[in-house]
């Protein structure tokens, strides 16, 4: 059993299910040309007429997994997977050009009108928190519901920790794999160092820069290493959309105008029922990041997972997510009524 702290101590939880729902084939599946070069996949399953939900994946970059469908309760609701600009089935393959975060807020918009949705749930971890934000800010009356996990924020410090040496010193076996690749004399700001080789001529230059690059993102994800997510930074196709995809991103801050403007922008969507989900070990997206959200919107649930790291799929985080879901549907339910 995995515990949980909540920022609701008066509050009691009500029994719901907290199990991944069983795995579901879509229904419909197809492509959207969101841009001139840019053609977005799109996958829909569960049920048809139910509550539209889209799911926003990490990276940027990572792509949609199978398994992403699992957290959604398939007879309530209507889950809409899409893979962001470069990444997945998407094409053109890690392409950065026309690709930044205001370019997938309007993809997001595109999808939904493409399916004719007039308003959605959205749920996003990690890379997906910080585009779940900058949407539902943008765009806050479409939204019906928010589910954030391992928040990310895109603010400098949190860069820092990550690519600047802050996590190696809780992973420095797993950290001298990632400096060493560049030579003493670039390691100032290893984002720019990486960001020179994954945009090099040579591709094979671009393929090893990327392995490691996700290889140290995989080995720090979990509390407990998951060598079956590690295994995924000797893959060169996924690997060189994740790490030329986020490297791109956090070269350029995010495209957010300054440091803190999701923070900044939280009256927009203070109103909507929204699920903070973050573990205590995060190491790729840690807490004070979670905890700094949480101060802005206190009326969001905040629930900390206190034997979890980063990923969506450790079992103290599962539970939380589809619990989370589980919530936002019984309000749906209960509006309905």
């Not at 009691?12 to 599946?29: D, G, K, Q, W």
Request: net charge negative.
């Amino acid at each position: 059993m995995s515990a949980t702290e909540t920022m609701e101590p008066n509050k009691a939880v009500a029994e719901v299910n907290r199990n991944l729902y069983p795995l579901i084939e879509p229904y419909s599946t197809g492509f959207l040309k969101v841009s001139n070069i840019h053609t977005i996949y799109w996958e829909q399953s569960g049920n048809p007429s139910g509550h539209p939900a889209v799911f926003l994946h990490g990276g940027p970059g990572g792509g949609t997994t199978p398994s992403n469908r699992r957290f959604f309760d398939p007879e309530f609701y209507r889950i809409i997977l899409f893979d962001q600009r470069g990444a997945g089935k998407s094409t053109p393959h890690a392409c950065l050009e026309e690709n930044t975060t205001w370019d997938l807020v309007s993809d997001i918009e595109k999808l939904r009108e493409h399916l004719e949705i007039p308003e959605w749930q959205v749920f996003g971890g990690s890379w997906g928190s910080t585009l779940a934000l900058a949407y539902s800010q943008s765009h806050p009356e479409k939204v019906t519901g928010i589910v954030l996990r391992g928040i990310f924020l895109l603010r400098k410090k949190e860069l820092d920790w990550f690519y600047e040496g802050g996590a190696a010193a809780i992973y420095p076996d797993a950290w001298e794999m990632f400096r060493d690749h560049i030579p003493e004399d670039e390691r100032q700001c290893f984002i720019s160092a990486y960001s020179k080789r994954l945009n090099s001529d040579d591709l094979e230059t671009q393929y090893a820069a990327a392995r490691l690059w996700t290889t140290w993102e995989m080995m720090t994800a979990h509390l407990l290493p998951n060598e079956e997510n590690i295994k995924r930074g000797e893959d060169n196709k996924f690997s060189l959309a994740f790490a030329r995809i986020e490297n791109h991103y956090f070269v350029n801050k995010g495209f957010f105008p300054n440091d803190s403007f999701l923070l900044d922008n939280i009256d927009n969507i203070r109103h909507i029922h929204t699920v903070i989900v973050q573990g205590r070990y995060d190491m790729c997206c840690p807490m004070m990041s979670a905890w700094d959200l949480h101060k802005a919107w206190p009326e969001a649930d905040f629930r900390i997972v206190a034997d979890a790291g980063h990923s969506a799929n450790e079992p103290g985080i599962v539970a939380e997510l589809v619990a989370a879901n589980e919530k936002i549907k019984n309000i749906i339910k209960n509006k309905d009524l």
